[in-house]
């Protein structure tokens, strides 16, 4: 049993260094072109519909968590109705002090996705506010407004960033 227990942190730690590893090139390429994350070329429309803040939201770990739950529970129906349940080992099994910190956790992330998704809404009526009603006005400036405009849009991608990194670590807390 304990060398089951120490295979299953060894791989639960390299998932979770492979994804702070993934987390990580993706900060690192949004310095970059940070738009591409949030409406990747590579997706279909129907997947980039589905995105939040260029990736999954972390609270679709937690029902996915309870969702596994219940298909266990469906498959191990008849042997429990007929008590001849042989293994406790799956998420069917899971007691209520057990879930009780996997809902605790899911109101938190809830709560952490709403105050990025408001970040995220903010910063899309700022660029709305500011550059474009910018380059609207000084079209007959055109030269003095590029510059401008530019340093504008510049913040506004880095604030993007910021608001990528900080979705990236929601997810990576939500899965430790």
């Not at 500011?130 to 401008?148: F, R, T, W």
């Not at 510049?154 to 990576?172: F, I, P, S, T």
Request: proline letters at 2%; hydrophobic letters at 40%; one cysteine or more.
């Amino acid at each position: 049993m304990k060398m089951k227990t120490t295979l299953a942190n060894s791989q639960k730690s390299a998932c979770i260094e492979h994804f702070q590893d993934y987390a990580d090139k993706r900060s690192q390429l949004a310095h970059n072109d940070v738009s591409a994350f949030f409406a990747p070329a590579w997706c279909t429309n129907w997947e980039n519909s589905l995105l939040w803040l260029a990736g999954c939201r972390p609270s679709q770990y937690i029902r996915l968590v309870y969702a596994l739950c219940g298909l266990e529970i469906e498959v191990h129906l008849s042997e429990f109705l007929q008590g001849t349940s042989s293994s406790s080992a799956n998420l069917g099994y899971l007691s209520s002090k057990q879930l009780h910190p996997i809902n605790m956790l899911q109101g938190k992330t809830l709560r952490s996705e709403e105050k990025l998704t408001n970040r995220m809404a903010t910063l899309q009526e700022d660029v709305a506010d500011h550059p474009i009603v910018g380059i609207a006005k000084g079209l007959s400036q055109v030269g003095e407004m590029n510059g401008e405009v530019d340093r504008a849009l510049d913040k506004h991608e880095q604030a993007m960033v910021g608001v990528l990194e900080e979705a990236g670590r929601l997810r990576l807390n939500t899965l430790k």
